[in-house]
């Protein structure tokens, strides 16, 4: 089977740490990127580098034409995808339910949620022995916050990964008869530059005596869970969660 993974939102933190990591197993990888074609552009040259292949490609995985050109430029320059990541997601700032815009919330929706589903249809389209694929694996990138719903911080956040959860569990009893597998990571407490990004810099470091672990975990940690998941040696895992967040 070739080794095709699309890891989306890879230019940065979880993502690049990802497509790293994953062409270092034999994964031809295409680093999915929204505006930041400098950081992608860096992540494939780093995989070139080591011997790997990689291509950078750009979508917002919420406008759906844009995902469907993004497909169709893998299927051309790899061929049929056996791997996808569904890790492009955003936060916004720390704010109560009662004081949050419906404008927030269908961009949260949008991107984290409408987003995931989009690549991962198009996917299974190419993966699944019912379209004339040959299995594959899909993980979604979820987080620990659709187990503890981040109030006072951002309760949409949490919501949206809810419903990835969701979707994690009905798609893969789908497609499970069809070679394909379907999993979930929850992060936790990571160091990236998603929590900048959503106002809050310091989170990791504010935040990690509530960790057992009694601190943040890195983008490379999530990463070898992730990778793990899509390789053959998970090959009877589907519909599972691993939650990679220092027992929180």
């Known amino acids: 089977m070739n080794k095709v993974l699309l890891v989306t939102g890879g ?5 690049a740490a990802t497509a790293l990591l994953a062409a270092q197993s ?32 750009q979508a917002d995985v919420a406008d759906e034409a844009q995902v469907l050109r993004m497909f169709e430029h893998i299927d051309a320059k790899f061929g049929r995808l056996t791997g996808l990541v569904n890790n492009a997601g955003v936060v916004d700032v720390t704010a109560r339910v009662d004081e949050m815009s419906v404008a927030r919330w269908k961009r949260m929706f949008d991107i984290n949620v409408i ?18 694929g040959e299995g594959g694996s899909i993980v979604n990138i ?24 969701a979707f994690t569990i009905g798609l893969a009893k789908e497609v499970a008869a069809e070679g394909v597998r379907v999993n979930a990571v929850r992060p936790g407490l990571i160091e990236t530059e998603i929590h900048a990004s959503g ?8 935040l990690q005596h509530l960790v057992p672990a009694q601190r943040g975990g890195t ?30």
């Open 199 to 206: 106002g809050l810099p310091n989170r990791v470091k504010d």
């Open 142 to 165: 979820s987080s620990a916050a659709s187990r503890l719903g981040s109030p006072g911080q951002y309760v949409d956040y949490a919501a949206a990964k809810g419903a990835i959860d």
């Open 115 to 132: 987003g995931s589903l989009i690549c991962a249809r198009e996917a299974v389209r190419r993966m699944s022995t019912r379209h004339g």
């Open 26 to 57: 034999g994964w031809a990888v295409a680093v999915n990127y929204t505006a930041n074609s400098l950081a992608a552009d860096e992540v494939v040259r780093q995989i070139r580098a080591s011997g790997g292949q990689a291509m950078s490609v």
């Open 11 to 15: 230019s940065r933190g979880i993502g």
């Open 219 to 248: 983008a490379e940690e999530v990463a070898e869970g992730i990778v793990w998941l899509l390789s053959d040696k998970a090959s009877y895992t589907t519909m599972s969660f691993l939650d990679i967040s220092g027992g929180r």
